[in-house]
């Protein structure tokens, strides 16, 4: 197929593009890189020793996208494009709903001029909210603690009613657990700006030494060590959960599908597992909770299986020693110079 990725030079994004290459597809990535370093293009193209074909733009630039959809004329969209920080969305939510659901909508109006009907729409476990049940199933009730993830449910909900309107359109929703680690060529991984909002970047900066200690958020949930428990999933795994993904296109359908390894671990688990695996020390301290967070979530991803055919093969030993071969080998992340 050919594929066009929002949002495609992201961190899930480039990773997918890897995965998508893998199977033979054709790809474009659009981004506006506002959360993207162009050097991504570069690393991506040493991969495959051929250029990346990308457009720089905007998903809420409608003219921009019909220009898009006319040149390349893609089979299917995977659309990761939008703001992800929980803390800000608390901070600032207009950029949230901006970006996440204006955007959102852009791209689907677009899409259907196109008559471009096949997404793959990048969603979260947030829109779980707080667990009633765990493990977290596709039939849980939905709701939101937080703006990112009422982003994510309305955007769902975008697509569950134009689907309901017209069935020609294929929709599948992936909610993604807990994304960590990196391509294990070291080439391409996770780069956040500032002070990360994720727990993988976080300990990978303290343990280089670009920051001096890494804050534990709540040590008194009601887990076993007394630190959020999460389900983290390899970004490769989750990566080719979206090429897996691609099976639903053209099946008019509109589904909901867990991507995670239906596994939870604490925080302090990682942090353990990283300093044994990498043979690095990552000081810590405790801080309060932060706002909207949840005690405890894990996937029950029997649905990838049994739709997909899609597993997590990786474990947390792999989460942690690619997420350390990609910071020991490029410290500043892409842009060295800074």
């Known amino acids: 197929m050919k594929v066009l990725l929002t949002g495609g ?111 793959v729409f990048s969603s979260s476990a947030t829109v779980y909210g707080v667990p009633q049940a765990l493990p977290l199933t596709e039939d849980h009730p939905l709701s939101s603690t937080n703006t990112y993830g009422a982003t994510k449910l309305i955007v769902e909900d975008m697509l569950r009613a134009l689907h309901g309107a017209d069935p020609r359109w294929s929709v599948a929703i992936l909610r993604y657990f807990n994304p960590v680690g990196a391509h294990p060529s070291g080439e391409i991984g996770e780069d956040p700006g500032g002070i990360p909002n994720n727990l993988m970047p976080y300990i990978t900066q303290v343990a280089v030494g670009r920051l001096a200690q890494l804050k534990v958020y709540g040590d008194d949930y009601d ?39 239906g596994t939870g671990y604490s925080v302090l688990d990682m942090i353990k597992t990283f300093e044994r695996v990498n043979e690095v020390s990552v000081p810590y301290s405790i801080a309060e909770r932060r706002p909207g967070d949840v005690a405890a979530n894990w996937a029950d991803a029997q649905r990838a299986k049994e739709l997909l055919g899609w597993q997590a093969q990786l474990g947390i030993e792999a989460m942690c020693a690619d997420g350390w071969r990609w910071q020991s080998r490029n410290p500043k992340g892409y842009d060295q110079t800074n």
């Open 223 to 261: 887990t076993s060590d007394g630190t959020g428990v999460r389900d983290y999933i390899h970004v490769s795994d989750l990566a080719q959960g979206h090429v897996a993904a691609l099976k639903l296109m053209n099946t008019g359908t509109c589904t909901p599908i867990n991507l995670g390894t």
């Open 9 to 119: 030079a992201g961190y899930i994004g480039s990773h997918t593009y890897v995965a998508l290459k893998e199977h033979g597809h054709e790809i474009v990535i659009l981004d506006n890189f506002s959360n993207a370093n162009r050097l991504v293009l570069d690393r991506l193209a040493q991969l495959f020793q051929e250029k990346v074909e990308h457009v720089e733009a905007d998903i809420r630039d409608r003219s921009t996208l019909d220009d898009v959809f006319e040149a390349h004329k893609p089979d299917a969209v995977i659309h990761f494009a939008g703001a992800k920080a929980v803390g800000e969305s608390a901070t600032d939510p207009l950029k949230y709903y901006s970006n996440n659901v204006s955007g959102s909508q852009t791209l689907l109006e677009a899409m259907d001029a196109a008559e471009i009907r096949n997404i």
